[in-house]
């Protein structure tokens, strides 16, 4: 039997200014006025940042291009800067905190994760947050007074009796450089792999611990076996997080690094990095083009850290939404 079809009225405009004065009363349009203000507020102050570092830029830009990058002459006198020797110690520096922390932080988040008893856990937590607050002139006083001595005294000439023959061990003395820098970096990064990666594993469904416990795993293959390569793209976040934290860390590492602008393939030697130099020397710069040149190497370093940072959360957003949605 056919039925008749119901006309329908269309909303007309009176419809729906009613309706946004209704949500103006109950509260939901000024929340998400004010709301997206916030959120467009971080978009603008990072694009503002961009916008300043790139415009205060320009003379260096021009001048150099693309051979500013791979330049390794810093010559103030005679308007010639290369920013090689300080992206070169910014990543040696870096690649040797990754080296010591990546392994201790990962012990130490596994043990806390899944083998410390509850209550040593969450107290071990408790000081690792407070580690990861210590502000880094904190560390650089540490580095001179404990790390540097250490170093020159009992740990590079050790290195360099035993390993030798290699490159990275070779060459004078002198306890800062970029071993003191990378050791003084691994310090401060610990605490942010530790604290992320303890996260990132109790975010694994107990179903995963349980299955592999049921097949008649031990406790420690449940965990490295199972618990550990569930969590790994985490863990991977907090890595990349804890690089682009030593890679724009300014006052440890002016402290303990040497500031020589020269590249060496041994760790004992002194060197520079890019946040140290602009630290140093941004005040004393005189002419426009030393100051673009100091500018234009905070481009570099904003944008190595910001594209890490993103690729780190994502990382870690991926690893958290894939357990909630298995669990």
Request: charged letters at 10%; a neutral charge; aromatic letters at 10%.
């Amino acid at each position: 039997m056919a039925t008749a079809a119901i006309p329908v009225k269309h909303a007309g405009p009176g419809w729906g200014l009613r309706a946004l004065a209704r949500r103006l009363r109950n509260g939901d349009e000024i929340a998400h006025l004010f709301t997206l203000v916030f959120a467009a507020s971080v978009i603008l102050i990072t694009s503002l940042l961009v916008y300043e570092l790139w415009v205060n830029s320009a003379l260096a830009r021009h001048k150099f291009g693309l051979s500013f990058l791979f330049t390794r002459v810093w010559d103030p006198i005679f308007d010639q800067f290369g920013a090689l020797p300080f992206v070169y110690g910014t990543l040696v520096t870096s690649a040797v905190a990754l080296v010591i922390a990546v392994p201790v932080g990962l012990g130490a988040a596994i043990f806390l994760a899944e083998l410390a008893p509850p209550k040593i856990s969450g107290a071990l937590a408790f000081v690792i947050d407070l580690l990861a607050a210590v502000p880094s002139v904190i560390y650089g006083l540490l580095g001179i007074f404990v790390v540097v001595p250490l170093l020159r005294e009992y740990v590079q000439p050790f290195l360099k009796a035993t390993l030798g023959f290699l490159p990275l061990f070779q060459g004078p003395i002198y306890g800062v450089g970029f071993l003191a820098a990378g050791v003084v970096l691994a310090v401060m990064v610990v605490p942010f792999i530790i604290s992320v990666s303890r996260e990132v594993l109790l975010g694994v469904p107990g179903d995963q611990r349980e299955a592999a416990l049921a097949l008649g795993a031990t406790r420690w293959e449940a965990t490295w076996k199972v618990v550990v390569p569930y969590a790994r793209t985490g863990i991977l976040g907090s890595i990349f997080l804890a690089l682009a934290r030593a890679l724009g860390e300014t006052m440890a590492v002016t402290m303990v690094i040497g500031n020589n602008p020269q590249i060496s393939a041994s760790l004992f030697a002194p060197g520079y990095s890019i946040a140290a130099v602009i630290a140093n020397e941004f005040s004393e710069a005189t002419g426009d083009l030393y100051l673009h040149a100091l500018v234009e190497l905070g481009l570099v370093l904003f944008l190595l850290t910001f594209i890490l940072n993103g690729l780190a959360r994502l990382l870690i957003l991926a690893t958290t939404q894939r357990g909630v949605g298995q669990e």
